[in-house]
């Protein structure tokens, strides 16, 4: 599968109702120390949990990001967007752009490398059914990783290319500034789109549909990465 189709998105939301709260809890802190954030492309971290990292750092968190695509024009975009997330090490795996849907045994070795060495508690990643063949690459390729070695952590999937049913919202009002910083680094892909834009429209939207005096909020799938892995296995 390419991209989403509509039987999975509806198999999606079967199966993940039982994950979900009729009031969406704010979670103020990350429980965990190590993060890791899984970027298909340079500038998908910024884009879908930048505000979140950056409040972990803060807060005096630890975070690595791993970047699974390489592209020459966002090398030094990427430094500077890393440098205001607060990363502290940062993993380029280099497969190109487009690539990944093909290449998920590959890029699950390379999970399991980062995985085994890091020891995160916490794993961000693109949400199984963002409507990306890349983004959805890595969800297929975390399942393969996981077969091959469980890491036992929690799972925060984002969204970038659509929205998702959440189960947990992060207030980033108090970083969205920061968060804005880091999305307008990469200079060569806001130059075509308005990614702040879409950022400040959906952290709005989620802002609004909480209350609680929120003014810019992220949102996340939750679960356990033996969760989410089932999850994968019954939905893709």
């Avoid at 060495?117 to 690459?137: G, T």
């Avoid at 910083?181 to 308005?194: F, G, H, L």
């Avoid at 952290?203 to 356990?224: D, M, S």
Wanted: charged share 20%; net charge neutral.
């Amino acid at each position: 599968m390419k991209y989403s189709n509509y039987r999975s998105i509806f198999r999606m939301y079967e199966y993940i109702q039982p994950f979900l709260k009729y009031s969406t809890p704010v979670e103020e802190l990350l429980p965990g120390n190590n993060v890791l954030v899984i970027a298909p492309h340079q500038d998908d971290e910024s884009i879908g949990c930048g505000g979140t990292i950056i409040k972990h750092v803060k807060n005096g968190g630890h975070l690595e990001i791993v970047f699974c695509t390489s592209d020459n024009d966002r090398a030094s975009e990427t430094a500077e967007a890393a440098k205001i997330l607060g990363s502290s090490v940062n993993h380029f795996l280099q497969f190109e752009v487009g690539t990944l849907h093909s290449m998920e045994s590959a890029l699950a070795s390379r999970f399991n490398k980062v995985f085994e060495k890091y020891l995160p508690d916490i794993i961000f990643l693109p949400f199984m059914l963002d409507n990306h063949a890349d983004h959805i690459a890595i969800s297929r390729a975390f399942a393969v990783a996981y077969k091959k070695n469980p890491t036992d952590c929690l799972i925060y999937a984002y969204p970038v290319w659509g929205t998702l049913m959440p189960n947990v919202i992060s207030d980033i009002s108090g970083v969205w500034e920061d968060k804005k910083k880091a999305v307008e680094c990469y200079k060569s892909q806001t130059a075509t789109r308005d990614y702040v834009k879409m950022c400040s429209s959906i952290a709005q939207f989620w802002a609004v549909v909480k209350g609680k005096n929120i003014e810019y909020a992220e949102t996340f799938f939750k679960a356990t990465s033996k969760e989410y892995v089932s999850l994968i296995k019954r939905v893709l």
